[in-house]
């Protein structure tokens, strides 16, 4: 799909916080003492900065908790590893929410685990 803002293109930007946003998930399961996470992470970071000296924002939910009314595509999966009392939050974001001069041009889509 081809997000326009003003006349803007935005399908590069979009396809590299989507490329952003998988090797975030990848390292969230990594172990932190595997050979070249540091550098990976720091790579990850470097390009978040460029994106956002052109603009762009690639909001992190990835571990957040879930609220009614988040402005996402949520997939709903229970967890019964989750006690009863802890509230629902985002386990998976298959697609990140990425905002353009503070206006979102990508809603995210996302897995919400929550206690049976």
Known sequence: MNEMTDNISHDLPLA?????NRMTVNLSHMPADVRGYKQLCRSVERMETALQAYGYEVVHLLGQAYTDGM???????????????????ITNVSRPQVNYQGRMIQVA????SQPL
């Open 16 to 20: 590299i916080a989507d490329e952003l």
């Open 71 to 89: 402005k996402v595509m949520a997939n709903f999966v229970i967890d019964e590893q989750m006690q009863s009392d802890e509230a629902p939050r």
């Open 109 to 112: 889509q996302v897995t919400v």
